[in-house]
Structure formats: C-alpha cells, structure tokens
C-alpha cells in the first residue's frame, strides 16, 4: 500500500530533489511562504521522478505501452529514415507525456535490441508532428521473439533537455522492462507491422501495462 503512495524514484530524480530541498530551506529562511513554494516544488519534483511498479501482461501477441501518456496519433507513415525504414509503411502510435505523466519508458515487448541511435536536435513541442524529425531523439531497434522488428523513439520536447538510455546493443529485454526516461516534457513513438492497433486517439496509456495493438 505504501508503495503506491510513495512508489521509488528513478536514480535520475535523487540529485534534482536535494536541490530541490536545498532551495526549500534557503526560502524558508527569508519567509514562509516562500518556503511553502519551495515544498510544493520539492513534492512536484519527486513526483515527477517516480518509477512506480506495473503490472506486465508477459504476451507476446501484444505490445504494451512504452510510456505513460495521451495517444495523439494513431496512423500509417514512412518508417523512420535514420533506421533505413523510409521505404517500408509502418505503423505508428505517438504518446504525449507532460510533466505530470511518469516518464520512465518500457519496452512494448520482449526481444533483442538490434540498434540504438542517437540524434541530437532542436527542442520544438512534443505533440507537433515535427517534433518526430526535428528534436532530439533516440531510436530502439528491437527484434521481437516472432522475427518482427518494433521501432521505440524517445523525443524530447519542449522543456526537456536529456534522454536517458538504460539499455545496451544486444541486450534481451523482456516486454515491460525499463529502457530508460526523459526529463521534463516529452514524447514517445511506436512503429510495427503485422499488430492491430487496439487504442484511439485522445485515449490515456499508461506504460507496460495499456495494450497498444494486437496480432
């Protein structure tokens, strides 16, 4: 029960709540109002940083959210080009994070990360479309257990300045586990063939557990 109401924090939020409580104690030495806001900011910043427990279906049929967030698009495009999937219609499912979503990302399945890759960029809203080519952003090649090849981008957005990976080349992962977060504001992108998308736009996923699509 208390896990839930004080679920853990991801390793990245430790450092931005001492600050944050530092800046807390300094305010409540000129006043305390401005020590409340302090507080307040201290709570927010550890909210932001939770990394609470879900619940993971573990089917390889399905492929499970890989954040928490709104679905803004549901639709079939180009797969991305900085893969070599420019020539190969995908499918493709967006989620908007904003700051009070949890931003830690999961992988939508089990399988082996065949690539990731980098790409530095500009810091456009993340519920744009240009937000997919334009701001930094990192790509998830995994190959899932059927021999499909899924397609995971953190997109930074507007506020955030830092994509945090937490997975290596050649790693195995099993559907749900953590592949890593963005700070302050994002967007994550999903790419498949041979899966049936299963949620519609304006729906709220929530990672490793909301079932995106189906086979």
Same mark, same amino acid.
């Given at each position: 029960?208390?896990?839930?109401?004080?679920?853990?924090?991801?390793?990245?939020?430790?450092?931005? /709540?001492?600050?944050?409580?530092?800046?807390?104690?300094?305010?409540?030495?000129?006043?305390?109002?401005?020590? !409340?806001?302090?507080?307040?900011?201290?709570?927010?910043?550890?909210?932001?940083?939770?990394?609470?427990?879900?619940?993971?279906?573990? %089917?390889?049929?399905?492929?499970?959210?890989?954040?928490?967030?709104?679905?803004?698009?549901?639709?079939?495009?180009?797969?991305?080009?900085?893969?070599?999937?420019?020539?190969?219609?995908?499918?493709?499912? +967006?989620?908007?994070?904003?700051?009070?979503?949890?931003?830690?990302?999961?992988?939508?399945?089990?399988?082996?990360?065949?690539?990731?890759?980098?790409?530095?960029?500009?810091?456009?809203?993340?519920?744009?479309?240009?937000? +997919?080519?334009? %701001?930094?952003? %990192?790509?998830?090649?995994?190959?899932? /257990? &059927?021999?499909?090849?899924?397609?995971?981008? &953190?997109?930074?957005?507007?506020?955030?300045?830092?994509?945090?990976?937490?997975?290596?080349?050649? &790693?195995?992962?099993?559907?749900?586990?953590?592949?890593?977060?963005?700070?302050?504001?994002?967007?994550?992108?999903?790419?498949?063939?041979?899966?049936?998308? /299963?949620?519609?736009?304006? &729906?709220?996923?929530?990672?490793?557990?909301? !079932? !995106?699509?189906?086979?």
């Amino acid at each position: 029960m208390l896990s839930k109401i004080f679920p853990k924090i991801h390793a990245e939020g430790y450092k931005f /709540l001492v600050i944050a409580a530092i800046v807390t104690i300094v305010f409540y030495s000129f006043s305390d109002f401005l020590g !409340l806001i302090g507080l307040i900011l201290t709570i927010w910043v550890y909210y932001f940083f939770r990394d609470p427990e879900r619940v993971i279906i573990e %089917n390889d049929n399905y492929l499970v959210s890989p954040a928490d967030g709104e679905i803004i698009k549901v639709e079939e495009v180009d797969g991305p080009k900085e893969l070599g999937f420019e020539n190969r219609k995908l499918k493709k499912i +967006s989620i908007f994070m904003n700051i009070f979503d949890c931003h830690v990302n999961r992988t939508p399945c089990a399988g082996k990360v065949e690539e990731i890759l980098y790409k530095p960029g500009k810091f456009f809203n993340a519920s744009l479309d240009k937000a +997919s080519e334009d %701001n930094e952003r %990192n790509y998830y090649k995994i190959k899932d /257990l &059927q021999n499909n090849d899924i397609i995971v981008v &953190q997109i930074a957005g507007l506020v955030a300045r830092r994509i945090v990976c937490e997975t290596n080349k050649d &790693q195995d992962l099993k559907q749900g586990e953590r592949i890593g977060m963005i700070r302050f504001g994002s967007r994550a992108d999903i790419y498949f063939e041979n899966y049936v998308p /299963l949620v519609k736009v304006g &729906q709220k996923a929530i990672s490793g557990e909301t !079932l !995106l699509a189906k086979k």
